[in-house]
């Protein structure tokens, strides 16, 4: 059988019949092999039972960089610098996001506002209260109101000593119930305190001394800063347009001070 088919395959390509060759060498192969022909149409048949496998790993869903700075921009609360907002997402989330990517994202957040998309939020920068010009480095989430985007002269402080009280209450809830995230987040809260007169005073680091000392800074910081921002807030809603009200004006981009 087997020199038949070796035959009528010189055959077929001496006679120029690829499609019959190769249909020949096929029924050669199977008749070599002994191996069934299979049905045509037919899905193939697994008959082994199921079995577990190893694996070294279990691959960890990743979000984009723009959900990530969002969702940590969103649990902080207030303007933020590049990299205080990366390292959170990294000890919150897992997932690292390089600060110097962040002036890349905040063009794309302009472009994507420009064309229309639909975002429920978007990045956008933080704005210096007098003449409404974005601040390099500051960012914010276009869906709070302008008074928490708005910076005056007390402002930075003011946000700074708000951020760390609300990331030591994060760590206090987090440290009952997801361990690993709050040992990546106490060395962030530690370093945010450490401008705060009292809040690292003891041994160990104490979520409620960390956040009690911050608000007790904030507080006479907020009556000052905050009618100032309602202010300007009004100011800004009378003078500019929706898109300066996000975006600033074009007058000059105010460099980073210090908190």
Same mark, same amino acid.
């Given at each position: 059988?087997?020199?038949?088919?070796?035959?009528?395959?010189?055959?077929?390509?001496?006679? +120029?019949?690829?499609?019959?060759?190769?249909?020949?060498?096929?029924?050669?192969q199977r008749e070599l092999t002994k191996a069934p022909e299979p049905a045509t149409g037919a899905a193939p048949s697994f008959a082994a039972h199921p079995a577990v496998v190893?694996?070294?790993?279990?691959?960890?869903?990743?979000?984009?960089?723009?959900?990530?700075?969002? +969702?940590?921009?969103?649990?902080? +609360?207030?303007?933020?610098?590049?990299?205080?907002?990366?390292d959170y997402a990294e000890a919150r989330f897992g997932q690292r996001v390089e600060p110097r990517m962040l002036a890349a994202l905040r063009r794309d957040e302009r472009r994507a506002w420009e064309k229309n998309s639909a975002r429920p939020t978007y990045i956008v920068p933080a704005l210096e209260g007098r003449y409404f010009q974005p601040v390099r480095g500051l960012l914010t989430l276009s869906d709070w109101p302008l008074e928490r985007r708005l910076l005056g002269p007390w402002s930075e402080r003011a946000d700074h000593l708000a951020a760390t009280a609300q990331l030591a209450r994060q760590l206090a809830w987090l440290s009952g119930r997801d361990t690993a995230v709050a040992e990546r987040l106490a060395p962030m809260v530690a370093g945010l305190a450490a401008s705060i007169p009292g809040a690292l005073d003891g041994p160990g680091l104490d979520t409620a001394r960390v956040e009690s000392a911050a608000e007790a800074e904030r507080g006479p910081l907020a009556d000052r800063d905050e009618p100032w921002r309602r202010e300007s807030a009004a100011r800004a809603r009378n003078q500019l347009s929706a898109e300066q009200q996000l975006w600033g004006t074009n007058i000059a981009v105010v460099a980073e001070g210090n908190a």
């Open positions: 059988m087997s020199i038949t088919l070796a035959r009528q395959i010189a055959e077929a390509i001496e006679a +120029g019949d690829r499609a019959e060759a190769a249909r020949l060498t096929r029924a050669l190893p694996m070294t790993h279990t691959p960890a869903p990743t979000r984009s960089a723009r959900h990530v700075v969002a +969702g940590a921009l969103a649990e902080i +609360g207030v303007a933020c610098r590049a990299r205080v907002v990366a």
